[in-house]
């Protein structure tokens, strides 16, 4: 049990469009929740949804993730790239092609945190069908630092071909 005096709520976007995507998902979820300092409080359906940025690549499958943790935000966002590794993720320098799994660290309690390797809340959470849906789901309240309530953000993005799974 982490103590209710010193977790914060996180919220994780999961993403995939290779090799089984919903697995990859499933087993991400699984080993997240697994991570020392953090507990899972919550998870979305799965959603199948076209690429967003170059279209000559598979589908993806995306969710989000709650979790609370006493983890600071960076060494977060380094147990997640682990995991992401740990999937077989391969770093190849192009912008926006496939893979196996991405993590996005989408919120950090309430913070607004702008360092090197990290921007929180995630750059594009306000307009990323993909993460606003499968976010509301599961935090319907939800206010995002510096965007506003996310019932405002939906209002203005379209759900358009984003499927939720069975
Ligand atoms: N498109 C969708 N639909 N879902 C993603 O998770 C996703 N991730 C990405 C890019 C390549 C921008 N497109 C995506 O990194």
């Keep these: ?21 919903a697995e990859q998902l499933v087993t991400a979820r699984q080993t ?12 979305s359906s799965l959603y199948r949804n076209p690429p967003m940025g170059p279209q000559d690549q598979p589908d993806y499958v995306n969710a989000v993730m709650a979790i609370k943790t006493s983890l600071p ?12 590794q740990s999937q077989g993720r391969v ?15 989408l919120l950090y309690g309430d913070r607004q945190i702008e360092v090197p390797d990290l921007t929180v809340p995630h750059i594009g959470i306000a307009e990323r069908a993909f ?8 935090a319907p309240d939800l206010s995002i630092p510096g965007f506003g309530k996310l019932t405002n953000l939906i209002a203005k993005c379209p759900k358009n071909d984003l499927h939720r799974l069975p």
């Design 32 to 43: 997240i929740a697994a991570l020392p300092n953090i507990e899972e409080t919550g998870f």
């Design 1 to 21: 049990m982490i103590n209710d005096t010193d977790f914060v709520t996180a919220f994780i976007g999961l993403g995939s469009n290779l090799d089984q995507p």
């Design 131 to 138: 993460v606003l849906y499968p976010l509301y789901e599961i």
């Design 73 to 84: 935000a960076i060494d977060l966002l380094h147990q997640l790239q682990a995991v992401e």
């Design 91 to 105: 770093r190849t320098g192009e912008r926006w092609g496939a893979r196996t799994l991405d993590l996005d660290l």
